[in-house]
């Protein structure tokens, strides 16, 4: 579902997995981007996804004890994403976030919250960016 203006750059690739949901608000996402939707992802507005970006809602295999290989990723409103990070599944990342280059974010991250590192790690709170 396409709601508004949403510009893919050269080489991204964005697969959609029968019965699965990828919403995009506007923004972009820039050069060999990947985004693999299994089950469901929704991008918000205003959201800037640097280039080589990866975001995956599936490890496209169940793991001795775990339920399920899949879980839905949620990017708020005003996300910049920087260049190369991965965002895993099961993530909501709050309205005017950050995430740093080449951060793996693993876990929830707060509205106006820089994070950085692997596993992704909060590095400053109500940040404001333009």
Avoid at 21 to 34: D, H, K, V
Avoid at 73 to 98: D, E, F, M, P, Q
Wanted: proline share 3%; hydrophobic share 40%.
């Amino acid at each position: 579902v396409l709601n508004g203006n949403f510009t893919a750059y050269t080489g991204s690739t964005i697969s959609v997995n029968s019965n699965s949901t990828l919403t995009i608000q506007n923004g972009y996402i820039n050069n060999n981007t990947e985004i693999n939707c299994y089950n469901k992802i929704t991008i918000g507005k205003n959201c800037t996804i640097s280039e080589g970006v990866i975001i995956r809602d599936c490890d496209n295999h169940i793991m001795e004890g775990r339920d399920s290989s899949s879980a839905p990723i949620i990017i708020g409103n005003n996300v910049w994403i920087g260049i190369r990070a991965i965002i895993l599944k099961g993530v909501t990342i709050g309205n005017g976030s950050v995430i740093a280059a080449g951060a793996v974010v693993t876990k929830n991250v707060p509205p106006n919250t820089l994070v950085a590192g692997v596993p992704a790690k909060v590095i400053k709170q109500n940040i404001k960016w333009n």
